[in-house]
Nanobody
Framework: QVQLVESGGGLVQTGESLRLSCAHSGGSFGFTVMGWYRQAAGKERDMVAIITPGSSTQYAESVKGRFTISRDNSKSTVYLQMNSLKPEDTAVYYC????????????WGQGTLVTVSS
């Protein structure tokens, strides 16, 4: 039912910025906790940022002050603004949507690759 389509990844230099987008379809966007996760080569998938239906946010310590998660309910889209990018940010970034009304693991996007050159 729910599908996520991500975009915005690419290759940038250290210190530059990118904005990732995740378009949510299938309805009930207003009930979903949206999140961005990333997985670097050889590492676990980790939470980067989460935003609730009420727009409360949570960030990984490694990205605080540099990344901003936001949502546009009129477009059913969540964004991740990434500033001051570092090589350590290189990873595949995944969008996740979890309906807060149900006890489910949520739905994942396909992932988008972000590469930060050193």
């Amino acid at each position: 039912q729910v599908q996520l389509v991500e975009s915005g990844g690419g290759l940038v230099q250290t210190g530059e910025s990118l904005r990732l987008s995740c378009a949510h379809s299938g309805g009930s966007f207003g009930f979903t906790v949206m999140g961005w996760y990333r997985q670097a080569a050889g590492k676990e998938r980790d939470m980067v940022a989460i935003i609730t239906p009420g727009s409360s946010t949570q960030y990984a310590e490694s990205v605080k002050g540099r990344f901003t998660i936001s949502r546009d309910n009129s477009k059913s889209t969540v964004y991740l603004q990434m500033n001051s990018l570092k090589p350590e940010d290189t990873a595949v970034y995944y969008c996740n949507a979890r309906d807060m009304r149900y006890a489910t693991p949520g739905v994942w996007g396909q992932g988008t690759l972000v590469t930060v050159s050193s």
